[in-house]
């Protein structure tokens, strides 16, 4: 379980052709946690609220200036996930991640996609 | 008198000694380890344990226990350790992020506002139609189109809608939202219709799409019985 929040990355294969279906990894270390947990105040442990709700709220997948993708998610998410999708290679053109998490805070990551000669 | 007392000390000696060595000696204890988080990884509770605290970890059973949980075989001196500071390095492990499992009384703060770029996404790939059709129900008899509904609305909608509308059937609760109050649309008229029809045949959230199972008759006619429903509360 990810402690600090860390920067998403993004994995693509180097030898692209047009018109091919290319596969894009995405890597966010994110906690992900449904805020309920065991609370042991010296008493009986009672299932209660234990820590701030924190997860993954949407995805959202841009090819060049176009929202090609959303993912929409809830804190059944698994902490640090690794998403892995297609796309078809329509153009040379920045493909580029957008997270947001349930605080409303935004993480994007991008990286161009070129066309092997 | 001398020979004497030089008994007594040796059996007082020999009595001390006795008593200590049964106080303070190697000993075994079984840790029970209970929590949200079991212990991910059997060798880095051993591996910390030894580390930090002179002891011996004999054991972990990790399945066939009495009460469930993981039980873990220490050995250790108890006159150097103490069975508190080995439960402390036990929950450092079982609880690797370091919460803190106490009653959290800050700001629930579950869901923030949307961002702009969400709700511009929403729009364009959401699953909600801007307008919905507008259409009448064909059926004229509502009499005998309820009670034809009503038999499917038992049948399909009650195990999450409840008997009477009122939104707690038997299987709402692990739900991410509670389902509608059917009973909000008692006596609604025609101008419901198409809202309705589009719901049920469509789906939302974690209701299934009903018009994969439903002929669109069926479908009238359980708007037709919903239109019924009456508030319990009434």
Known sequence: MAKNIRAPRLRISRRIKKDQVFKIKVKFDHPSFTGLGIVDDETEPVFNRAIPVSFIRNMLVYYG??????????SAISDDPLFTFKLKAVQEAPVKVVFVDNQGKRWETSKMIKFKK | MKKLS???FLSFLYVFLALHSSVAATVEENFKIEGLISPASPKALKAALEKKLQVKVLDLNLKKTASGWPVLTVQFDSSAVT??????????????????FKVHHGPLLVNAALLEEEQQAESLLGDAVEAFP???????DKVASAERGKGMYEKNCAKCHG???NGYGTVAHGFSTWPRQLWAWNNTGAETDGYLFWYITNGRSDMPPWGLIL???ERWDL???IKTLRNPAE
């Open chain 2, 215 to 217: 002929s669109e008759n």
């Open chain 2, 134 to 140: 507008q259409m009448k129900n064909p059926i004229t």
């Open chain 1, 65 to 74: 200036e176009q929202l090609v993708s959303r993912f929409r998610m809830s």
């Open chain 2, 163 to 165: 008997l009477n509308g």
């Open chain 2, 83 to 100: 069975k508190d500071e080995i439960e402390q390095v036990i929950a450092a492990i079982e609880d690797p992020a370091g919460h803190k």
């Open chain 2, 223 to 225: 708007i037709s019985y």
């Open chain 2, 6 to 8: 030089f008994i007594l």
